[in-house]
């Protein structure tokens, strides 16, 4: 910390109770009162240094009063600084640093303590300290900016704005190019340019590489005005919104508890720290401080987290604050509703009537925040090609499906709460467009969790809530589920097994197509394959497996004849002892009309070759008796 040394005299007052006295030998002639401490001094040191005692004491003398005793009420910091002011007018040594540097500086322009009444006065000094060392300096400007608290009236027209310009040229400006000291971490000062500051001077050895957001921590001990000043001066600056974003972030996370619900206890950045009054903050603080922070987070997309702005308005409807502020808070969310997370969704119903256990109708609010957003950002685009429609319409997709899924599990999550009434499931669920759900299974289970928990719903009630899904867009097993749920409505049920069998037909027409193009890209590539390689032989080889696969083709027509004919043989025994019935009964009941005509034709072409084959016998042995008679 910066310090500077004034005097040379020996410290010569002493106190007693709430008064000072001046041990010189010398009788007191006046006393000055400030608070509730009084002074005993002399008339000469005082009217030496400072234009107003001495018109003070001016008009003492005048009134004719024995006892010289002038009151200052207002004077800036209290008795505590005119104790250094009379040290300082005595000559008594002293040390300015930039802790008391401000209050100094304000009750030296108080007591109008200029060079008209003394070479190297106390204004003089303290600007001259202020100037070449405390603003040069991050932190002993940090320092001196705290200090303006108390006597803001009087600092902000000398001081703090200087202070608050310090600050934010510094941190607009990248550390590693300079050397003033950031960090005091336990150890020694370190200049983030260069290296380890020992007395001013530099030792060499190399610090850590600082980022954008070193400056947080320090920032976040200002009071609220003060912080609200400095950020200001720092948009002012140009710097990044996200930086500043996050500045805001850090400094809400420091007083308000209600964030760190759901963080670690061992993140510096989540103790909660008293305000610089010394008090830990109040639920009216609070209440202010969470309008405050909604006023200066630039309204903007992606500049902090979701899960922040959920534990913002969460926090903000706990404490109750002005409807504005909440409706604000619910617009940032819906602009990123897609970084959300189901967590982030469930948050509680602080309302008086307690109808839910969730806040059901501030998530609608939410989703038709996003739902407009989405629209505007839609219906801006410029005119272009159907390609680059196509593209869009893709990318488009990817937030709002994201949002929709989110909602279908919101929707899982609420279901089962028995005051959740039939009107606001269907609301929210009807919020999200068709065309943002590629599958309506998470909806189907939603819609089966509501129909569960609510058993009393009467069946045109169940049909209304079950018209939210659209049965085409089910996957097979959201089909095979539904076709056997007893808590389906009949219809629903009859809509589910048809485009169950629909999707099966689909899915074996696609089977074969698929097996078709296989075949014909086989060919296509054995014929490329000969055509390049003189693949003659290719296809002799490939034409000898087709026909040893026709060979085993027909070996499997053979021994499926057989069995056919064995089976038909069976078949007709039966019939005779049963009657003649019992064929066509069977033949109907089991498919095999159309096998045993088969069966029949082939038999038929059996015989026909046998008889023909008996012929050709005996013409043989015919011609072979008439050889041997020649």
Same mark, same amino acid.
């Given at each position: ?11 010569? !007052? ?29 008339? !000469? ?108 009236? %009087? ?22 190019? !300079? ?67 996050? +500045? ?6 420091? %007083? ?12 510096? +950045? ?35 987290s979701t899960k922040f702005l959920f534990s913002l308005l969460r ?30 969704? $469930? ?19 939410? $989703?038709?925040?996003?739902?407009v957003m989405d629209q505007a950002a839609a219906g801006g685009a ?141 060919? $296509? ?66 498919? !095999? ?38």
């Amino acid at each position: 910390m910066a310090c500077m040394k004034l005097g040379s005299k020996t410290d010569a !007052f002493q106190r007693k109770g709430q008064a000072w006295f001046c041990a010189t030998g010398l009788p007191s002639d006046i006393v000055v009162e400030v608070g509730d401490m009084s002074f005993h001094l002399h008339k !000469f040191p005082l009217l030496s240094r400072s234009g107003m005692m001495g018109k003070l004491i001016d008009e003492a003398s005048e009134e004719g009063e024995e006892a010289c005793v002038i009151r200052l009420p207002d004077l800036p910091s209290g008795a505590k600084t005119f104790e250094i002011v009379v040290k300082f007018c005595y000559g008594v040594k002293l040390e300015l640093t930039s802790s008391n540097v401000v209050p100094l500086r304000c009750a030296a322009e108080y007591l109008e303590m200029t060079e008209e009444y003394g070479e190297g006065n106390l204004i003089y000094q303290t600007e001259m300290f202020l100037n070449q060392a405390v603003l040069r300096s991050w932190k002993d400007s940090l320092r001196a900016l705290q200090t303006c608290n108390d006597i803001l009236p %009087y600092a902000d027209r000398l001081i703090t704005r200087r202070c608050i310009e310090t600050l934010a040229a510094k941190a607009s400006t990248d550390p590693n190019l !300079f050397g003033w000291p950031i960090m005091e971490r336990g150890g020694p000062m370190q200049s983030p340019g260069g290296s380890v500051l020992w007395n001013g001077i530099s030792t060499g050895a190399r610090p850590k590489h600082s980022s954008s957001d070193w400056w947080y921590d320090d920032a976040s001990t200002l009071s609220l005005p003060l912080y609200k000043r400095l950020i200001s001066a720092m948009e002012s600056r140009g710097i990044k919104p996200e930086i500043i974003a996050g +500045s805001i972030s850090f400094y809400a996370k420091r %007083y308000l508890p209600g964030l760190n619900r759901r963080q670690g206890a061992s993140d510096p +950045s989540t103790r909660l720290v008293p305000l610089a009054s010394g008090t830990l903050p109040s639920e009216e603080d609070q209440k202010l401080l969470v309008q405050e922070i909604d006023h200066l987070l630039p309204m903007q997309k992606g500049l902090v987290s979701t899960k922040f702005l959920f534990s913002l308005l969460r926090t903000a409807m706990i404490l109750r604050v002005d409807p504005a502020c909440i409706s604000s808070l619910e617009k940032r969310i819906g602009m990123q509703l897609d970084q959300a997370s189901l967590e982030d969704l $469930l948050m509680p119903n602080f309302s008086y009537s307690m109808e839910t256990l969730y806040n059901v109708e501030c998530v609608q609010r939410i $989703l038709e925040q996003f739902l407009v957003m989405d629209q505007a950002a839609a219906g801006g685009a410029s005119p272009c090609s159907m390609d680059d429609v196509r593209s869009i319409v893709s990318a488009s997709l990817t937030p709002i499906t994201m949002v929709a899924k989110l909602i279908d599990g919101y929707l899982a999550e609420v279901a089962p709460d028995m005051n959740l009434k039939l009107p606001k499931f269907q609301a929210l669920a009807a919020a999200i467009p068709d065309f943002a759900r590629p599958l309506d299974d998470g909806l189907y289970r939603a819609i089966d969790i509501y129909l569960k928990s609510h058993q009393w719903l009467s069946e045109s009630e169940r049909e209304q809530l079950c018209r939210l899904m659209d049965c085409q867009k089910l996957s097979l097993e959201a089909c095979t589920h539904a076709a056997q749920n007893e808590r389906l409505p009949l219809r629903v049920i009859v809509q589910v097994l048809f485009f169950e069998q629909l999707q099966l037909r689909n899915s074996i027409a696609s089977c074969f197509l698929v097996s078709e193009n296989l075949d014909g890209s086989r060919q $296509l590539r054995s014929g490329l394959v000969g055509s390049t390689e003189g693949g003659w032989a290719t296809a002799v080889r490939e034409n000898q497996v087709l026909k040893v696969g026709m060979d085993n083709m027909r070996m499997r027509v053979s021994e499926l004849e057989k069995d056919c004919s064995n089976m038909k043989q069976e078949i007709e025994k039966l019939g005779r002892v049963k009657g003649s019935t019992t064929w066509g009964n069977v033949s109907k009941k089991f498919g !095999f009309r159309l096998k045993s005509q088969m069966c029949s034709a082939q038999e038929g072409s059996v015989s026909n070759q046998n008889s023909v084959s008996g012929k050709d016998e005996k013409a043989k042995e015919r011609h072979e008796k008439h050889k041997k008679n020649l």
